[in-house]
């Protein structure tokens, strides 16, 4: 079955730049989203279509996509960023499912 | 806004059944597709089941494939989820999802989620 993986945890200080990857065999021919979820909380898309930013999305957040590895960056991070972020793409073999990638914690302190 | 309210969640046994609901509003609810997406406790995202805006085709992931069936009745902007044979590794927060307007599924708006527990 189609896998996402991202790693587990990342950690940056306030006004750093966070990096999380998302690395899966279908991403050269299908698009990476991005969601946030704090703690309690329902997810928040951040990313759609690998780079393109919501209404409301703070432009700090942006996302690319090149070969089976797509990016969120979160540039000049803040505390209220900290969150978990999944990844997430549609399966290749053209049967409408879909596949998270495990989540990264996103610490900042 | 759009909003969204799942409904139907609760403590059901093992092997018996579950019917979750999502009220739509804020939106033409007959102009998107639909998702149900889960989370167990203390794990990742799981992505369920899609139904199109008609209503006329449906996807589902192989844990919950001929045990699960997603439907929906667009003259009460509601969402289905009939859940059937519930095990224990069931047990999750179920949130309802809009489809995202691209070439692609996503999910662009979001439930609160309603909590099921599988369990004697």
């Known amino acids: 079955s189609y896998e996402l993986t991202q790693p587990p945890s990342v950690s940056v200080s306030p006004g750093q730049t966070a990096t999380i990857t998302c690395s899966g065999d279908?991403?050269?021919?299908?698009?990476a989203f991005w969601y946030q979820q704090k703690s309690g909380q329902a997810p928040v898309l951040v990313i759609f279509?690998?780079?393109k930013r919501p209404s409301g999305i703070p432009q700090r957040f942006s996302g690319s996509s090149s070969g089976t590895m797509a990016t969120l960056t979160i540039s000049g991070a803040r505390v209220e960023d900290e969150a978990d972020y999944y990844c997430?793409?549609?399966?290749?073999?053209?049967?409408?499912?879909?596949?998270f990638g495990g989540g990264t914690k996103l610490t900042v302190l | 806004q759009v909003q969204l309210v799942e409904s139907g969640g609760g403590v059901v046994q093992p092997g018996r059944s579950l019917r979750l609901s999502c009220a739509a509003s804020?939106?033409?609810?007959?102009?998107?597709?639909m998702h149900w997406v889960r989370q167990a406790p203390g794990k990742g995202l799981e992505w369920v089941a899609v139904?199109?805006?008609?209503?006329?085709?449906?996807y589902y992931a192989d844990s919950v494939k001929g045990r699960f069936t997603i439907s929906r009745d667009n003259s009460k902007n509601t969402l289905y989820l009939q859940m059937n044979s519930l095990r224990a590794e069931d047990t999750a927060v179920y949130y309802c999802?809009?489809?995202?307007?691209?070439?692609?599924?996503?999910?662009?708006?979001w439930g609160q989620g309603t909590q099921v527990t599988v369990s004697s």
């Open positions: 279509e690998d780079s």
């Open positions: 279908a991403l050269p021919k299908k698009y």
């Open positions: 999802a809009r489809d995202g307007d691209g070439s692609e599924h996503y999910f662009d708006c």
């Open positions: 139904i199109w805006d008609d209503g006329r085709n449906k």
């Open positions: 804020g939106f033409t609810f007959s102009r998107y597709g």
């Open positions: 997430y793409s549609a399966d290749s073999s053209g049967n409408h499912r879909g596949v």
